[in-house]
């Protein structure tokens, strides 16, 4: 497809329990991000890749938290010992360089019960 | 600490009239800021963006004004249709650091 696509579009997970959620990422665009929104706020920042490397996690909020780009497409985030408030939409974005205009898939959304 | 602030968590509007949006931002080494859209169960699609070295820019009925002295942008649609309504995200970047964003507001465009 042409634009982000994010799988799963809905996960209901127990607490404690691991879960991984998948972003393709526009052909080509270089820089992916990770964003998180809880009801009633904006996209909060998690981590940014530029091609295969992390070059900022600072968002991340605990080492519960880990995502991967190996080759440079297609990114996982990573949720271990997922707890209640980890509930949120997870949306994914991505650009053609760093900063700049970035182009959201329509997120995942976490449910922990 | 918020560095980019939308403070209105909802505007209505009636159709045809002019819709205003409000952005203010603290970090001085914001130098482009975005207007994102966002309806019910999708993502954020983009909508007007503006460097700091304009004041404003315009697309169609979408335009945004960038104040730097004051550190705050606003997004005018004018006329403001039905489809417009929907949850409106202002976001701002700094040199090559990822989009910053603000909680939103809310457009109701009432016919």
């Known amino acids: 497809g042409a634009g982000v696509s994010q799988t799963p579009s809905n996960k209901v997970t127990e607490k404690g329990k691991y879960v991984e959620l998948r972003c393709d990422p526009i052909?080509?665009?270089?820089?992916l991000y990770w964003y998180r929104q809880s009801l009633g706020q904006g996209p909060e920042f998690l981590i940014y890749?530029?091609?295969?490397?992390?070059?900022?996690d600072s968002g991340l909020p605990n080492d519960r938290f880990f995502a991967v780009r190996p080759e440079g497409s297609v990114s996982t985030l990573k949720i271990q010992r997922t707890e209640r408030g980890d509930s949120a939409v997870y949306l994914c974005?991505?650009?053609?360089?760093?900063?700049?205009?970035?182009?959201f898939g329509q997120g995942t959304r976490l449910t922990v019960v | 600490d918020q560095q980019v602030k939308q403070n209105s968590p909802s505007l209505s509007v009636q159709e045809g009239r002019i819709s205003i949006l409000n952005c203010d931002y603290t970090n001085s080494m914001f130098d482009y800021f975005l207007w994102y859209k966002k309806y019910p169960a999708e993502g954020p699609t983009f909508l007007i963006s503006?460097?700091?070295?304009?004041d404003k820019n315009e697309d169609g009925r979408f335009t945004v004004f960038l104040n730097k002295s004051a550190k705050h942008l606003s997004l005018h649609i004018v006329p403001s249709q039905p489809g417009d309504s929907a949850v409106y995200f202002c976001?701002?970047?700094?040199?090559?650091?990822?989009?910053?964003f603000g909680k939103g507001t809310r457009l109701s465009v009432i016919a």
């Open positions: 503006i460097s700091s070295i304009k």
């Open positions: 890749f530029q091609g295969t490397g992390a070059a900022d």
């Open positions: 974005a991505s650009s053609l360089g760093q900063g700049g205009r970035a182009f």
């Open positions: 052909s080509g665009h270089t820089a």
């Open positions: 976001a701002a970047s700094g040199g090559n650091t990822p989009l910053v």
